[in-house]
């Protein structure tokens, strides 16, 4: 039986990004992938030129008529724009207890514009983070729930997750992708074990949602494997081949998306 996996997130209409870059990744993994719309964002792959934030009472509504009739086996939480936002959806999930919840503490994207506002930070480390099974932040939004000013060196990685650790999230996937190198290094973190993960790093300039391709191809896996570690690592496997598959695409001038 294929798992009914669920996206909370914005939207992307270039389809690389967000909701749209989830499903794609739900469905090349095995999953079964449903939706529910946190933000309309006018965006492509140079950029965001407008969010249209949905109401939260609205977004509690999606969820709650959602998980009343279908069973959800995992969850993978992207944008979140504000702080009443991560409070509906905190909300749903303290009510419903889904099994396996990934979130990618989406902050900024590739093009500089933000996507969670700078108050709700706080709100998202307090209150969601503390929640959730998985979480996926890259080095600056590691440093930024931190409070610390600059990003981890890959020698200083495990202090790191170990401090994101200390928030409360079972287990932490610390993304290296903006360090240089040959070979993407992250590092998973949980269970007392410490575990860094390389794949080759694809130089591409297709690389816009890499991120919501991640944490989605590993909520979709995390059901149909035996533990998060290897979840995670066929994730990885999957970017790497999606991002290399992007040759095989012309979409937009900008940051193109990932082939799944
Ligand atoms: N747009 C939406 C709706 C997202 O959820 C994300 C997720 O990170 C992004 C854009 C960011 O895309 P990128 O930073 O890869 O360009």
Same mark, same amino acid.
């Given at each position: 039986?294929?798992?009914?996996?669920?996206?909370?997130?914005?939207?992307?209409?270039?389809?690389?990004?967000?909701? %749209?870059?989830?499903?794609?990744?739900?469905?090349?993994?095995?999953?079964?992938?449903?939706?529910?719309?946190?933000?309309?964002?006018? %965006?492509?792959?140079?950029?965001?030129?407008?969010?249209?934030?949905?109401?939260?009472?609205?977004?509690?509504? =999606?969820?709650?008529? +959602?998980?009343?009739?279908?069973?959800?086996?995992?969850?993978?939480?992207?944008?979140?724009?504000?702080?009443?936002?991560?409070?509906?959806?905190?909300?749903?999930? *303290?009510?419903?207890?889904?099994?396996?919840?990934?979130?990618?503490?989406?902050?900024?994207?590739?093009?500089?514009?933000?996507? +969670?506002?700078? *108050?709700?930070?706080?709100?998202?480390?307090?209150?969601?983070?503390?929640?959730?099974?998985?979480?996926?932040?890259?080095?600056? *939004?590691?440093?930024?729930?931190?409070?610390?000013?600059?990003?981890?060196?890959?020698? %200083?990685?495990?202090?790191?997750?170990?401090? +994101?650790?200390?928030?409360?999230?079972? =287990?932490?996937?610390?993304?290296?992708?903006?360090?240089?190198?040959?070979?993407?290094?992250?590092?998973? /973190?949980?269970?007392?074990?410490?575990?860094?993960?390389?794949?080759?790093?694809?130089?591409?300039?297709?690389?816009?949602?890499?991120?919501?391709?991640?944490?989605?191809?590993?909520?979709?896996?995390?059901?149909?494997?035996?533990?998060?570690?290897?979840?995670?690592?066929?994730?990885? %496997?999957?970017?790497?081949?999606?991002?290399?598959?992007?040759?095989?695409?012309?979409?937009?001038?900008? /940051?193109?998306?990932?082939?799944?």
């Amino acid at each position: 039986m294929a798992p009914n996996v669920l996206t909370i997130a914005g939207t992307d209409p270039s389809g690389g990004a967000g909701v %749209q870059a989830d499903l794609k990744a739900f469905s090349a993994n095995g999953a079964y992938g449903m939706s529910v719309i946190t933000a309309l964002v006018a %965006q492509t792959t140079t950029g965001v030129s407008r969010v249209q934030e949905v109401p939260p009472d609205f977004i509690t509504d =999606q969820l709650v008529t +959602l998980l009343d009739d279908v069973r959800v086996d995992a969850v993978k939480i992207g944008m979140l724009a504000n702080a009443e936002v991560i409070r509906a959806v905190t909300a749903v999930l *303290e009510r419903y207890c889904p099994p396996f919840v990934v979130l990618d503490p989406v902050m900024v994207a590739k093009s500089g514009d933000r996507l +969670l506002a700078p *108050e709700a930070v706080g709100a998202l480390r307090d209150e969601l983070l503390p929640r959730v099974d998985l979480i996926t932040p890259n080095l600056p *939004e590691a440093a930024d729930l931190l409070g610390e000013g600059e990003i981890a060196s890959p020698d %200083q990685m495990p202090a790191q997750a170990e401090r +994101l650790a200390a928030l409360g999230a079972k =287990q932490v996937l610390l993304k290296g992708g903006h360090l240089s190198g040959e070979s993407s290094v992250d590092l998973l /973190h949980g269970d007392g074990v410490s575990e860094f993960l390389s794949t080759e790093r694809v130089v591409t300039t297709n690389d816009h949602g890499t991120g919501c391709t991640l944490s989605a191809a590993i909520a979709a896996l995390r059901p149909q494997r035996a533990d998060w570690l290897e979840a995670v690592c066929e994730a990885k %496997q999957y970017l790497t081949d999606a991002l290399r598959a992007s040759e095989r695409l012309d979409v937009g001038r900008g /940051h193109g998306p990932v082939h799944h």
